[in-house]
């Protein structure tokens, strides 16, 4: 499987402005396991350059995050993957096609269960990738991928002002429609019996 993970970088990567979880060893790692990697932030094109060379990482790409479709119609992969820190970068990832990844989930580095286990996706009647789902469940045998458990009753809301969910890093309004959608298989199936 070939995979493609775009790093932001400040508050994603280690060298980030602030520091982010995802170390530079997570990034060679995933290099050296055959992922096609670069970069898509703010930051100006000659920075990025300029961080990954100080770093002695080579990459396949270097964007502005807001072109993330030139990235996926230049490179051909099985899965896209965007990790960053803001609401911004889950906009431009889904935006592009790409399954989006908070940066603190991505420094249990889940590319590597993916690539192992083969599997990209949730079973049929979920609606989403394991990215965006968050249930990659690789201690099942062969890394089966399991619907989430999810309920709004866990959603942590810190700011009242735009009903944001911290728990899941999503508006709370987002919660309360992904909870619905994992509802909504179950009562069709139980509707047919």
């Known amino acids: 499987m070939k995979i493609l993970l775009s790093f932001d970088i400040d508050g994603t990567l280690e060298t980030g402005d602030p ?80 399954d989006f990844m908070w940066m603190d989930e991505a420094a249990s580095e889940p590319w590597i269960a993916i690539q192992n286990s083969g599997i990209a996706q949730v079973p049929d009647g979920t609606g989403a990738s394991i990215i965006e789902k968050g249930v990659l469940n690789s201690s099942g045998p062969a890394g089966i991928i399991k619907p989430p458990q999810f309920s709004t009753s866990d959603c942590n809301v810190v700011n009242k002002e735009y009903n944001w969910c911290e728990t899941h890093h999503r508006p709370i309004w987002e919660c309360k429609k992904y909870e619905a959608d994992l509802k909504a298989p179950q009562k069709e199936m139980d509707g047919l019996d």
Not at 20 to 45: E, F, H, N
């Open 19 to 98: 520091p982010g979880p995802v170390t530079l060893d997570m990034v060679r790692r995933a290099r050296d396991m055959g992922c096609i990697i670069g970069s898509a932030s703010d930051r100006s094109i000659s920075s990025q350059t300029a961080m990954w060379e100080r770093s002695e990482i080579v990459v396949d790409f270097v964007a502005n995050k807001h072109v993330l479709m030139e990235i996926k119609q230049r490179f051909e992969a099985d899965f896209y993957l965007h990790l960053g820190d803001r609401e911004l970068d889950r906009q431009f990832a889904r935006e592009a096609g790409f």
